[in-house]
């Protein structure tokens, strides 16, 4: 018996002592009291009623009259330790909370199950919905919450870097009067690029390349539109008398472009005040391009004929300087204009007076102009006349055809003279590369292939053909392999009797 109370001490000391440090002063009580009376009670803080704990606590018996005690407040027992009502209810809010985070955190992965919190803080789980914002999908802008209908935040027109939903259309807004920075002055504004005017500096800097890739191309349309892009303001006058400057040092077929080209910006780009200013400089302007083209006088007169011509100049516009001329040099140029208007009242053509440049021209009219070129050489034996009228052509992919009628020519003729003069005319042309090597061969293979047809009007053309050629190759125009290919005739005679009357083929 002494044992049994030695024990049930220990455990109680032990008991009290854990209460001490982890329970508060109600905790504390109601453990004392039940531990002094028999049977074991537990005091109701809230009726003030004593529950009884011995046999029905651990039977359940209901018969013996006292309170079965609900699993309400069995938990208010956690490991070990009695709770009050106050952190009962601490508790019982904590483990809502928890529930509460827990399914807010699944919602914001899988959202659209229809999860729900009851009043009692437990989850209840509703019928599964398809989910309608998938994990896997990035960029994703429905709605996360589980609520709405699934669409798209602001219609797919909200998120970083986004300006509005697909196929939206802006209007012009409204101007707001009642808008702080509103300005009255500034509603009747016009907004216009403006382009500086060209200064005489960068006049030529910007015309000059203009002009320059005129003579290549040719389209007067393109140079137009150009100028017409500038400001040229009071340097427009000076566009014609560039131009002029610029062609009398170029060659025959640039100058007749120059002059379309003044014919075709007047009206659209250049008035004809411009033009008459322009060429009144030019005139002023002669003692000083005498120094780099002798013949700038004559050219200037050809210049203001043809302007007068095609109408860009009116016809008292020489008339208007006579009795005010002392340059000599623009008394000649006016003599010039003045005498080319006179002949073309007499049938000449003003308007081709420089001629067409290089491929422009048909190619019967370059032929024609070479036999004329090869006759008049004929005529005067002059070589350096010959060699400059040719360059005039502008057509060195064409020389050929000068080889080919130059050879001709000597086969058709009946003297010593035409030989000897076109193969000195050959010699130096092809010792100035005025005609090429390539077009030297091209030259002589035609008339190879020519000789046939040559030969029906011309018997001897073989022979004279072979003579000619053999002299070529003695004075350097043609080399051994071109020899070799001359084709000669074959000679058709009759050998000794003792060769049984065969006809032999020689060639000689």
């Known amino acids: 018996m002494l044992n049994l109370t030695l024990i049930i001490f220990c455990c109680c000391s032990s008991y009290i002592l854990k209460l001490f440090v982890t329970s508060d002063k109600n905790s ?28 029905s606590f651990a039977s359940g018996d209901e018969e013996n009259g006292a309170p079965v005690i609900a699993n309400k407040n069995i938990n208010n027992e956690i490991n070990g330790n009695w709770l009050s009502s106050s952190s009962n209810s601490i508790h019982e809010a904590r483990l809502k909370a928890k529930a509460k985070r827990r399914l807010r955190k699944n919602s914001s992965r899988d959202s659209g199950r229809g999860d729900s919190l009851s009043d009692n803080g437990d989850v209840v789980r509703g019928t599964s919905v398809a989910p309608t914002s998938p994990k896997s999908k990035l960029l994703d802008r429905k709605s996360r919450l589980g ?12 998120g970083k870097g986004v300006w509005g939903r ?11 009067e009642k808008d ?24 030529e800097k910007t ?29 427009r006058s000076e566009v014609p008398s560039l131009a002029v400057s610029m062609a009398l040092e170029a060659k025959a077929s640039q100058r ?31 003692p000083d391009l005498v120094l780099d083209t002798p013949g700038a006088p004559q050219l200037v007169g050809q210049f203001i004929a043809r302007a007068v011509s095609d109408q860009i100049l009116s016809k008292s516009y020489i008339e208007g300087y ?4 002392d340059c000599e040099y623009t008394r000649a140029a006016l003599d010039r204009a003045a005498v080319l208007l006179k002949m073309s009242l007499g049938g000449l053509r003003i308007d081709n007076q420089w001629g067409t440049g290089g491929g422009q021209r048909p190619v019967t009219q370059l032929i024609k102009e070479m ?50 003069m076109v193969l000195q005319l050959l010699k130096s042309l092809s010792a100035s590369s005025v005609i090429t090597v390539d077009q030297m061969r091209r030259g002589y293979g035609r008339v190879y292939m020519d000789i046939a047809e040559i030969n029906i009007d011309v018997p001897r053309a073989y022979f004279i053909l072979e003579q000619f050629v053999d002299k070529s190759f003695s004075m350097g125009i043609i080399d051994v392999k071109l020899r070799d290919l001359c084709p000669c005739r074959g000679r058709k005679r009759f050998v000794s009797e003792g060769d049984g009357g065969v006809v032999k083929v020689e060639s000689y």
């Open 147 to 158: 609520k709405g209908r699934g669409l798209p935040k602001k219609g797919g027109a909200g």
């Open 371 to 420: 036999n004329l070129l090869l006759k008049e050489y004929i005529l005067s034996g002059d070589s350096k006349e010959a060699e400059r009228c040719l360059r005039d052509l502008e057509v060195p992919h064409f020389h050929h055809e000068f080889v080919y009628e130059a050879i001709v020519m000597v086969l058709e003729s009946k003297g010593e003279k035409t030989f000897k």
């Open 256 to 286: 007749e472009l120059t002059s379309r080209l003044l014919a075709d910006l007047c009206g659209s780009i250049l008035s004809r005040s411009d033009m008459e200013k322009s060429f009144d400089k030019l005139l002023r302007e002669l």
């Open 166 to 176: 697909s196929g939206e259309v802006y209007e012009p807004e409204a101007v707001d």
């Open 28 to 55: 504390i009580i109601q453990s004392l009291y039940c531990m002094c009376t028999w049977p074991p009670t537990q005091i109701n803080t809230t009726n003030n009623i004593l529950w009884d704990l011995s046999d």
């Open 322 to 325: 006579k009795g005010r001329v």
């Open 180 to 203: 702080p920075n509103y300005d009255e002055a500034q509603e009747n504004c016009v907004y216009e690029t403006v382009v500086p005017p060209l200064d005489e500096r960068d006049f």
């Open 207 to 235: 015309v000059t390349p203009i002009v320059q890739e005129y003579f290549e191309h040719a389209d007067t349309n393109e140079v137009a539109e150009l100028l017409a892009e500038l400001n040229l303001g009071p340097m």
